[in-house]
C-alpha cells in the first residue's frame, strides 16, 4: 500500500476542512493517507506530499521534507501559489490526476548555508526560496562585502541583499528587481535592496558556486539589529562581522506539476492575479 500525508495550513479553516476530504479521496484510491499537523514527525516512506496552503505552508514542508525524497503536490489554499499546481476549486480533480500517474514531477534546487560568528558557527539553515539579509529596523544602511567561491566580487552599501533559488526568483528578488530565472535550473541569483549611490544589477552564479555574504554595520540602537531571513518565516539576528556562507544545497525538492502550462504562461498569470 502506498504512503501519503497530507500537509494542511491549520491556520486556514478551509484547508483543515479539506485535510479530511482529500485523507477520504487517497483511502478510497488505495493509498494510506495520513493527516500530519505542524508538530508531527513525518514519515521517510511517503511517496506523495499533498500539502493545502499557499506558498509559505509549501516552503515550510519543503524543509520538513528534506532529504526524504518525497514529492510534494500543492494545493493553493492561499493567495498566489506559485509553487501550488492545484486550485482549491478544483482539488479533487488534481488529486485525480495524482492518482491516475497523470503528472511530472519537477527537481528544485535548494540552498543550505550558516551563520559564522568568530569563528563559530551559530546558525544553519536550508531554504528553498531565498536568504535574505536585510537591516530591519536599523537607522542605517550595511555595507555588504559579497565573495563567490572566496573572490571578492561585490562591495555594496544597501538595505540589505538577497540570495535566491531559482523557485525563489519570483518571490522577494523579483520584487526587489532582479531576474526571473527557470524554476528546474541550477543558477543563484544574488540581488542588492535598495543600494546607495547607483543601482547595481543582480549576480547570477553556477549552483555550484559559494557565495558569502559580510556583514559590517555600526553600533546598533534601541531599534534593533540586522537580521538574516530564510524564506519569509525563519529570522536571525546578526551581529556586526557576521559571515553568511550560502551554497547550493545536497538535496532538491521535487513538486509534482499536473498542468501543462509552460512556466512563463503560469508566471503571468500569477504576476496578473497579484495586480488585482
Do not use: W
Request: glycine share 8%; net charge negative; with cysteine.
Amino acid at each position: 500500500m502506498k504512503n501519503a500525508i497530507i500537509i494542511p495550513n491549520t491556520l486556514k479553516q478551509k484547508s483543515v476542512d479539506f485535510a479530511k476530504i482529500a485523507q477520504d479521496f487517497l483511502t478510497q484510491k488505495g493509498y494510506k493517507a495520513t493527516i500530519c499537523s505542524n508538530t508531527d514527525t513525518l514519515p521517510d516512506d511517503a511517496c506523495v506530499a499533498v500539502v493545502l496552503g499557499g506558498d509559505g505552508t509549501i516552503l515550510r514542508a519543503s524543509k520538513r521534507l528534506y532529504g526524504k525524497d518525497t514529492p510534494i503536490l500543492g494545493i493553493n489554499f492561499g493567495h498566489l501559489g506559485y509553487l501550488s499546481e492545484v486550485g482549491c476549486e478544483n482539488a479533487i480533480d488534481g488529486l485525480e490526476a495524482l492518482t491516475n500517474g497523470e503528472y511530472i514531477i519537477e527537481k528544485r534546487l535548494m540552498i543550505e548555508g550558516e551563520v559564522i560568528r568568530n569563528g563559530e558557527r551559530v546558525l544553519e539553515f536550508v531554504s528553498l526560496n531565498e536568504a535574505s539579509i536585510y537591516r530591519s529596523t536599523l537607522l542605517h544602511a550595511l555595507k555588504i562585502e559579497v565573495s563567490i567561491n572566496g573572490k571578492p566580487t561585490e562591495t555594496l552599501c544597501a538595505d540589505g541583499v538577497i540570495v535566491a533559488t531559482p523557485t525563489g526568483s519570483t518571490s522577494y528578488n523579483l520584487s526587489a528587481g532582479g531576474p526571473v530565472l527557470t524554476p528546474t535550473s541550477n543558477s543563484i541569483v544574488i540581488t542588492p535592496v535598495s543600494p546607495i549611490f547607483y543601482p547595481r544589477s543582480s549576480i547570477v552564479t553556477d549552483g555550484s558556486d559559494e557565495t558569502e555574504v559580510l556583514v559590517s554595520f555600526e553600533t546598533i540602537n534601541e531599534t534593533g539589529s540586522p537580521c538574516i531571513e530564510i524564506d519569509g518565516d525563519t529570522r536571525f539576528a546578526l551581529e556586526n562581522g557576521d559571515m553568511i556562507k550560502i551554497r547550493r544545497a545536497p538535496h532538491c525538492a521535487k513538486i509534482i506539476r499536473i498542468s501543462d502550462k509552460s512556466f512563463y504562461q503560469t508566471l503571468r498569470e500569477k504576476l496578473s492575479k497579484g495586480m488585482q
